[in-house]
């Protein structure tokens, strides 16, 4: 994994039920703030937050996703760039809810991450005067809002007896509390079915509200673990509602299962609606706060977090809204606690470039492979870039998962779009007009940042190809009293440096004794720097037709030089 904070949601497995729901639910955001600024420190813990948001089931990269979060009281935010990835920087100690938004197409998200003191790491003997970095990944994958569910309810009066509910039954699509809003309601026709548009295309839990059909009171009732599809509808098993019993009972917890979080929040739904203020609640010997939903889920926060590896004891007694006793004695074993890395890992060696055969970059080069010699206690790398045009500082270019089964690794950047010399040509060009880029490497683990590798240069060492080159008008010229031209065009590959290549005229046919001279040419360059054209003054009653013009040394314009010469027997 990368780090030992790399994708961890906080998943809270509950069902949210409101009595009188409509299906859909307008989620708005304010994503105002102030202007950024660096004074986000404090103490000596400089934390970063950064990661990848992709599409979940396509797995690309998602550009322009605004990930949010609250820094001293004020909204701040970052945008993904071009591969994805966003760093929230200048964090102090404490913990951060991120929100992933920003494309209509997409479920918006949550995610929590911690900025550890000092004390929390286990660092206790850094000189006061030091700053300590300590970097968390957390990546994103979103769930695009375009899956249907649909299915019937059924209500069972006894072994002989089972018909249509009807309508009038409210049915929830619950989902995990990443996402926001985490459930979705709609209700059944008059022939008992329900229909969902516009879903997350997630697993989803279906759950029906109490329901009376005049004659009888019904159970809540669950299909559990729905897989949805993107672009599809999907149809549910059948849901049938059991005529509810006098005593309530527990339907669903989140805890029983054990390896319960030691900071999460302790979940139930009932069986028929309680009354609450009857409630009695003991968790063990901890403070907590308790609230319920609709008076059906009760949700009890613990104000403090939770020993690892220990088992609670959760006694709850109280009442139904129908005057029925509820009863019950359970306990639960929080999850084992993972101790974070309190030394950052040792400096990258072997970091070089990893592209087959006699490889170089060239002028729109966008994507470079690179290998590098893994470290021991290290959870992920780091790739850092800058050049010596626009971009003096450093920029993170790609986050790779650190492999403890090898000695090396490789990985694939993919230069943002801020690397790009000219941006208004439809273009990117990092390397055009002699940029060259510096790239580093880091290991990273719950402490920190290690030394950064040596750099290693990259620049365009590509020599420029012709692509045409091409005559128009003709080097015979019959009229013994004055001269005419023609022109020749030149098209490159890429842009050129505007320095004039070695051209001439080689005898190769017509007017065996006559050659055109080299000052008869002149050279216009394209406005575009990708080409321009030879205009070729022929004397009077000179016939230069059947030789051969050549160029030879054309130079791009970080000034690699073509060894090639490129010929073409003029008319």
């Given at each position: 994994?990368?780090?030992?904070?790399?994708?961890?949601?906080?998943?809270?497995?509950?069902?949210?039920?409101?009595?009188?729901?409509?299906?859909?639910?307008?989620?708005?955001?304010?994503?105002?703030?102030?202007?950024?600024?660096?004074?986000?420190?404090?103490?000596?813990?400089?934390?970063?937050?950064?990661?990848?948001?992709?599409?979940?089931?396509?797995?690309?990269?998602?550009?322009?996703?605004?990930?949010?979060?609250?820094?001293?009281?004020?909204?701040?935010?970052?945008?993904?760039?071009?591969?994805?990835?966003?760093?929230?920087?200048?964090?102090?100690?404490?913990?951060?809810?991120?929100?992933?938004?920003?494309?209509?197409?997409?479920?918006?998200?949550?995610?929590?991450?911690?900025?550890?003191?000092?004390?929390?790491?286990?660092?206790?003997?850094?000189?006061?005067?030091?700053?300590?970095?300590?970097?968390?990944?957390?990546?994103?994958?979103?769930?695009?809002?375009?899956?249907?569910?649909?299915?019937?309810?059924?209500?069972?009066?006894?072994?002989?007896?089972?018909?249509?509910?009807?309508?009038?039954?409210?049915?929830?699509?619950?989902?995990?509390?990443?996402f926001s809003p985490s459930w979705y309601s709609a209700v059944t026709d008059s022939n008992g079915v329900y229909n969902f548009s516009n879903l997350p295309a997630d697993e989803t839990n279906i759950i029906t509200m109490p329901f009376s059909d005049g004659t009888y009171d019904y159970n809540i009732a669950f299909d559990e673990g729905v897989d949805l599809i993107p672009g599809e509808?999907?149809?549910?098993?059948?849901?049938?509602?059991?005529?509810?019993?006098?005593?309530?009972?527990?339907?669903?917890?989140?805890?029983?299962?054990?390896?319960?979080?030691?900071?999460?929040?302790?979940?139930?739904?009932?069986?028929?609606?309680?009354?609450?203020?009857?409630?009695?609640?003991?968790?063990?010997?901890?403070?907590?706060?308790?609230?319920?939903?609709?008076?059906?889920?009760?949700?009890?926060?613990?104000?403090?977090?939770?020993?690892?590896?220990?088992?609670?004891?959760?006694?709850?007694?109280?009442?139904?809204?129908?005057?029925?006793?509820?009863?019950?004695?359970?306990?639960?074993?929080?999850?084992?606690?993972?101790?974070?890395?309190?030394?950052?890992?040792?400096?990258?060696?072997?970091?070089?470039?990893?592209?087959?055969?006699?490889?170089?970059?060239?002028?729109?080069?966008?994507?470079?492979?690179?290998?590098?010699?893994?470290?021991?206690?290290?959870?992920?790398?780091?790739?850092?870039?800058?050049?010596?045009?626009?971009?003096?500082?450093?920029?993170?270019?790609?986050?790779?998962?650190?492999?403890?089964?090898?000695?090396?690794?490789?990985?694939?950047?993919?230069?943002?779009?801020?690397?790009?010399?000219?941006?208004?040509?439809?273009?990117?060009?990092?390397?055009?007009?002699?940029?060259?880029?510096?790239?580093?490497?880091?290991?990273?683990?719950?402490?920190?940042?290690?030394?950064?590798?040596?750099?290693?240069?990259?620049?365009?060492?590509?020599?420029?190809?012709?692509?045409?080159?091409?005559?128009?008008?003709?080097?015979?010229?019959?009229?013994?009293?004055?001269?005419?031209?023609?022109?020749?065009?030149l098209s490159a590959n890429e842009y050129l440096s505007g320095a004039d290549p070695t051209f001439g005229f080689v005898e190769s046919g017509g007017d065996t004794n006559y050659v055109l001279p080299n000052s008869s040419v002149s050279l216009?360059?394209?406005?575009?720097?990708?080409?321009?054209?030879?205009?070729?003054?022929?004397?009077?009653?000179?016939?230069?037709?059947?030789?051969?013009?050549?160029?030879?040394?054309?130079?791009?314009?970080?000034?690699?030089?073509?060894?090639?010469?490129?010929?073409?027997?003029?008319?």
């Amino acid at each position: 994994m990368y780090l030992t904070n790399i994708n961890k949601i906080k998943i809270f497995i509950s069902s949210i039920f409101i009595a009188f729901l409509v299906t859909g639910c307008d989620v708005k955001q304010n994503l105002g703030g102030g202007e950024e600024s660096d004074d986000y420190t404090d103490g000596r813990v400089i934390g970063t937050i950064h990661g990848v948001v992709k599409a979940a089931h396509s797995g690309a990269r998602l550009k322009d996703i605004v990930v949010t979060t609250t820094v001293k009281g004020e909204i701040h935010w970052v945008f993904t760039n071009d591969v994805g990835h966003y760093a929230i920087t200048n964090l102090s100690p404490g913990n951060y809810e991120l929100t992933f938004s920003g494309s209509d197409g997409y479920a918006i998200m949550s995610a929590e991450e911690n900025i550890p003191t000092l004390q929390e790491v286990g660092v206790t003997n850094m000189a006061t005067s030091e700053d300590f970095h300590y970097t968390t990944t957390q990546d994103m994958s979103l769930y695009s809002l375009n899956a249907g569910l649909t299915g019937t309810v059924y209500t069972k009066q006894d072994d002989e007896n089972t018909t249509l509910a009807g309508a009038g039954v409210t049915v929830i699509a619950n989902y995990e509390e990443a996402f926001s809003p985490s459930w979705y309601s709609a209700v059944t026709d008059s022939n008992g079915v329900y229909n969902f548009s516009n879903l997350p295309a997630d697993e989803t839990n279906i759950i029906t509200m109490p329901f009376s059909d005049g004659t009888y009171d019904y159970n809540i009732a669950f299909d559990e673990g729905v897989d949805l599809i993107p672009g599809e509808t999907v149809t549910s098993d059948p849901i049938i509602l059991q005529i509810a019993t006098a005593e309530p009972f527990i339907l669903t917890n989140n805890f029983e299962n054990n390896d319960f979080g030691l900071t999460e929040s302790l979940t139930m739904t009932f069986s028929k609606t309680m009354d609450a203020s009857s409630f009695d609640i003991t968790l063990s010997s901890e403070l907590f706060v308790s609230s319920w939903t609709n008076d059906i889920t009760l949700t009890i926060d613990p104000l403090v977090t939770l020993q690892a590896s220990t088992t609670y004891s959760l006694s709850l007694s109280g009442e139904s809204q129908d005057n029925n006793s509820f009863s019950a004695s359970l306990s639960f074993i929080t999850e084992s606690s993972q101790i974070a890395d309190t030394t950052a890992p040792a400096q990258v060696t072997g970091f070089a470039v990893d592209e087959e055969g006699d490889w170089t970059a060239d002028y729109n080069t966008t994507s470079i492979t690179f290998k590098w010699n893994t470290v021991d206690g290290a959870d992920a790398y780091i790739v850092w870039a800058s050049d010596n045009q626009y971009n003096p500082n450093l920029i993170t270019v790609g986050v790779f998962e650190h492999m403890d089964y090898v000695t090396d690794q490789s990985g694939t950047v993919v230069l943002p779009s801020q690397f790009d010399y000219y941006d208004d040509d439809g273009i990117q060009t990092p390397f055009t007009s002699g940029t060259e880029l510096t790239f580093q490497i880091v290991a990273v683990n719950d402490a920190g940042e290690g030394t950064y590798s040596a750099s290693v240069t990259v620049g365009d060492e590509t020599s420029p190809v012709v692509t045409s080159f091409n005559q128009s008008g003709t080097a015979d010229n019959p009229d013994s009293t004055s001269t005419q031209s023609f022109t020749v065009d030149l098209s490159a590959n890429e842009y050129l440096s505007g320095a004039d290549p070695t051209f001439g005229f080689v005898e190769s046919g017509g007017d065996t004794n006559y050659v055109l001279p080299n000052s008869s040419v002149s050279l216009d360059w394209d406005s575009d720097m990708m080409g321009g054209t030879f205009t070729v003054v022929v004397p009077a009653g000179k016939d230069g037709s059947g030789d051969e013009f050549f160029i030879t040394n054309l130079k791009d314009a970080s000034e690699n030089a073509s060894s090639d010469t490129v010929r073409v027997t003029l008319d």
